[in-house]
């Protein structure tokens, strides 16, 4: 058994391949439940939730036997985004929060995400005791302390009413038209629900999933679908939410679409503004545009960066005090409402300012030029790691050169797919596509 087993964002896998396999769940969640039930006594309780993934059901089971083979009394949510999983843990007082999602990942990946008590992901300490006891043997309980398993028909509602009190109760989006892609996931009921209950008129789509669209040509990766949605229904704005509802992006009324970058900036701005941006900073990861970092520098603030993942931007802001922060693929951190990104909060956030403010979308989603940024991905046979390759150090280090004053490089390997990802910012477009493509094949011949 391969000791590390967590990623960037809990554990991620191809669908009944190792580690997304039913006996390796089980153990997973015997494990998870060894780890919070030290005391040994009973009570300990656990909250389940999962996308739409037809894998969802199978591990779901599996890490339920494995939770209650250790004496943790588990509560199924059903299909409910990541920051539900997040918020219920904390409010229904249990020790331990999973959530079964591949996030953005087609249909035949998978995850298990772990959150604490308090509502954020687990540290990394806390990852390790976990692996650690999956190495060993690990004891089940005897027969009088096996715990209990039962569904949960309310959690979905009462994320859906705590989700609709982080906006001033007046505000109302009467005379609102919105297009909310749920890209076939998590969110599927409860984001359509939410809106409409506040009073928007609501144009669903993604919102029929079978197990294997998910993310399929929808949601926040592709939102060419709610773009056409937003042209065709002339809709005042669009949402598109990704898998598990963590992530957005947003279309303005003219079909525009507006990443993390544009958003945060927005918030940034309107925050500090109003006297309530903590720390004078955005917490954002090294793939966010260099024209945030120039926007936010004329406005008196700063941008500090981290590795990509919200976990590790999550991890600054907790230390730093920060109440800002997320990602460029749409990852909306509002500390002050949610432990994680939260599609849902963040776009509820933003109709409030379309309301408050009385602009149309297009007037608070640009914010900034962004500067000229291009993204390959390329794909990796098992087993490669062409970043070690000597002509690959060799080919970025000449590249690296060659946009030194102009832009900037970031070259890594993804922490949750069998990907390098090669990114450039540069406003020389010409140089830029050919520093891309010319890492990425130096990269793919070498992978």
Aim: glycine residues 12%.
């Amino acid at each position: 058994m391969t000791a590390k087993i967590f990623g960037t964002d809990g554990i991620r896998g191809t669908a009944n391949t190792y580690p997304m396999t039913a006996d390796m769940a089980l153990r997973i969640g015997a494990a998870a439940g060894r780890h919070f039930r030290r005391d040994g006594h009973n009570g300990h309780r656990v909250v389940i939730g999962k996308d739409t993934r037809r894998s969802g059901y199978m591990l779901e089971n599996a890490l339920t036997a494995g939770l209650t083979s250790t004496g943790m009394n588990v509560l199924l949510l059903g299909p409910v985004p990541t920051p539900a999983v997040a918020f219920l843990t904390r409010s229904m007082r249990a020790d331990l929060g999973i959530m079964i999602s591949a996030s953005h990942n087609p249909h035949h990946d998978n995850g298990i995400k772990f959150f604490g008590p308090d509502g954020f992901k687990l540290d990394n300490a806390s990852e390790a005791d976990i692996e650690r006891i999956l190495a060993g043997e690990i004891q089940p309980v005897k027969p009088l302390n096996i715990g209990r398993a039962k569904r949960i028909d309310d959690g979905p509602g009462r994320y859906v009413e705590y989700a609709k009190t982080t906006i001033p109760r007046a505000t109302r989006l009467t005379g609102l038209k919105v297009v909310v892609d749920c890209a076939n996931g998590a969110a599927y009921k409860v984001a359509p629900e939410a809106l409409w209950e506040l009073g928007a008129e609501v144009i669903p789509i993604g919102n029929t999933p079978d197990g294997y669209n998910i993310n399929l040509a929808c949601g926040s990766t592709s939102p060419q679908a709610a773009v056409d949605a937003v042209q065709h229904h002339g809709a005042d704005l669009g949402i598109c939410l990704d898998g598990d509802a963590d992530r957005l992006v947003l279309i303005d009324e003219m079909g525009r679409v507006a990443d993390g970058d544009q958003i945060m900036a927005l918030f940034a701005r309107l925050w500090s503004e109003a006297g309530r941006l903590t720390g004078g900073a955005l917490i954002a990861t090294v793939m966010s545009n260099l024209g945030l970092e120039r926007y936010l520098e004329g406005i008196g603030l700063a941008l500090e960066r981290t590795q990509v993942g919200d976990r590790h931007v999550v991890e600054r802001m907790r230390a730093g005090g920060f109440n800002l922060g997320g990602e460029q693929s749409g990852h909306i951190v509002m500390s002050d409402y949610a432990t994680t990104g939260d599609g849902l909060v963040a776009s509820l956030q933003f109709l409030a300012t379309m309301v408050t403010s009385d602009k149309p979308a297009s007037a608070l989603l640009r914010s900034f030029d962004p500067v000229p940024q291009l993204l390959e991905n390329v794909k990796l046979n098992a087993g490669a790691v062409p970043l070690a390759n000597a002509d690959v150090q060799t080919v970025i280090r000449t590249q690296e050169q060659r946009i030194n004053g102009q832009g900037r490089l970031l070259i890594r390997a993804s922490g949750t797919e069998p990907l390098i990802r090669v990114m450039a910012e540069c406003e020389d477009e010409v140089m830029l596509r050919d520093v891309v493509a010319t890492i990425a094949e130096a990269v793919r011949k070498a992978g």
